[in-house]
């Protein structure tokens, strides 16, 4: 099957769909193919700007951008675009129930992990000020919850300077669904709270807790649709402060941000193919001419004026590797690495590694350059992940940068 649109985008993370949005409130015909589900899923849906820069940690991230090199995505789309994606995404979650917001500078996120994270844009659940002002924060878990141990978290916790005088104590709550016959996650409580008997059970079981102690540090298990409304009631119920913490996949609050995200691209227009792999492409001239796709139903063809491609990195399928060389996935572009591989990662586990930072060379429009700067394909923008320059994980720059490049590539497509 042959089909035309204006324009096509690759990968449902949250690059893709954020360009796909951008481009259809533009005014134009959007179709997004996808093959999975991007890591956003997987996440804790807050959106990390920029957490540390050459390993220092960053207090604002706008400040510290002029120091990234000149290469990095946030330069090449600009400050000004960043700010702009923060707002949208903050305008676009704010309707849908979920409202975000950021802090002064940076905020320190609990994870269940008892680490502080840096983030930039969180749910109101996250915020985790609250602690500053207390002396006693009761750590919560679930009876057979798989990764969220209270003890844990309160002695990572007690090991950061400002939180070492507080009074953390446990609190495990009955396991409401025995019935699983295996560990539960916190996704699996908070589709149980999104239904009113789990509601009432978690407020049955904070209440003992909430008169002793000013904040209750959670998983993320305040439902899922209704997570803000959920997050109100009970604060305002047991009149207390409640703080989700950030947990290990599935990410709960991630899965949140996507539904919301997948709501709008509904309301949007945008035609969504999910299960489906981009395979081949048809180039001319230094131009797309369509995309290829396989599913179970067979081969379609995918043409279009336009193509912004957010196929993520090694994790999401944008990138292909093997010894001694890497490339992009779909058009084949060869990615600049070392022939030796063993260059590829630093000694040091923390270290500068090229293959974290591996990745398409694109132009402040995102077009793909060759060395010399040329664009090499002139239809085509890249967002995301799939983008060099730089290293999420060491910068804490993961949803930022797929949101900001997402943005740009969206909005300008969405100008032709
Ligand atoms: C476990 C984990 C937790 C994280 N937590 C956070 C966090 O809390 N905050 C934060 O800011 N960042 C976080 N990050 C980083 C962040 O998730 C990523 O940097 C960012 O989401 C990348 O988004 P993306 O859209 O570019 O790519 P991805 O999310 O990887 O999406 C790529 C998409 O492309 C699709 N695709 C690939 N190839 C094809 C093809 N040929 N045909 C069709 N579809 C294709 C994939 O199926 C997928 O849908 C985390 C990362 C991980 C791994």
Request: proline share 5%; net charge negative; glycine share 10%.
């Amino acid at each position: 099957m042959n089909r035309k649109t204006d324009i096509v985008v690759v990968g449902s993370g949250i690059a893709g769909m954020t360009a796909a949005l951008t481009a259809a409130q533009s005014g134009k015909k959007v179709t997004l193919l996808t093959h999975g589900v991007g890591s956003l899923a997987i996440s804790s849906g807050s959106i990390d700007v920029l957490g540390y820069v050459n390993g220092k940690a960053v207090a604002d991230p706008f400040a510290a951008m002029a120091d990234l090199p000149e290469n990095h995505p946030y330069r090449l789309v600009g400050e000004a675009d960043v700010r702009a994606s923060l707002d949208w995404l903050k305008e676009l979650c704010g309707k849908a129930g979920m409202a975000m917001q950021a802090g002064e500078g940076n905020q320190q996120l609990v994870t269940v992990m008892g680490t502080l994270k840096p983030s930039w844009l969180t749910p109101l659940s996250f915020h985790a000020e609250a602690i500053e002002d207390v002396l006693r924060v009761a750590v919560v878990s679930v009876e057979d919850m798989k990764d969220v141990h209270p003890g844990l978290i309160i002695d990572q916790l007690q090991r950061y300077p400002a939180l070492a005088k507080k009074e953390f104590v446990k609190a495990i709550l009955p396991n409401p669904i025995q019935q699983a016959h295996r560990n539960v996650t916190p996704l699996d409580i908070a589709r149980f709270v999104e239904r009113p008997e789990g509601l009432q059970w978690l407020k049955d079981s904070l209440a003992p807790y909430a008169k002793l102690y000013p904040v209750l540090l959670l998983p993320p298990i305040l439902g899922m649709k209704h997570s803000q409304k959920i997050w109100e009631q009970l604060c305002s119920a047991l009149n207390v402060k409640i703080v989700e913490m950030v947990s290990i996949p599935p990410g709960v609050a991630g899965l949140r941000l996507r539904e919301v995200m997948k709501k709008a691209l509904n309301e949007a227009g945008v035609y969504l193919v999910e299960n489906t792999e981009v395979v081949r492409s048809e180039v001319e001239q230094g131009a797309c001419k369509a995309l290829t796709t396989v599913a179970t139903g067979g081969e379609n063809r995918w043409e279009a004026d336009s193509f912004i491609i957010a196929t993520g990195g090694l994790l999401g399928g944008g990138i292909g590797t093997a010894p001694g060389k890497a490339w992009e996935t779909i058009f084949g572009l060869p990615l600049d690495m070392p022939e030796n591989t063993e260059e590829w990662s630093s000694p040091s586990i923390f270290g500068d590694s090229l293959f974290a930072r591996m990745g398409v060379k694109v132009n402040e429009a995102l077009k793909p350059v060759d060395a010399e700067g040329s664009v090499i394909l002139n239809n085509v923008r890249f967002a995301g992940r799939i983008l060099g320059g730089y290293d999420f994980a060491t910068e804490k720059s993961g949803h930022g940068v797929a949101l900001a490049t997402g943005w740009h590539a969206g909005t300008l497509a969405g100008k032709e």
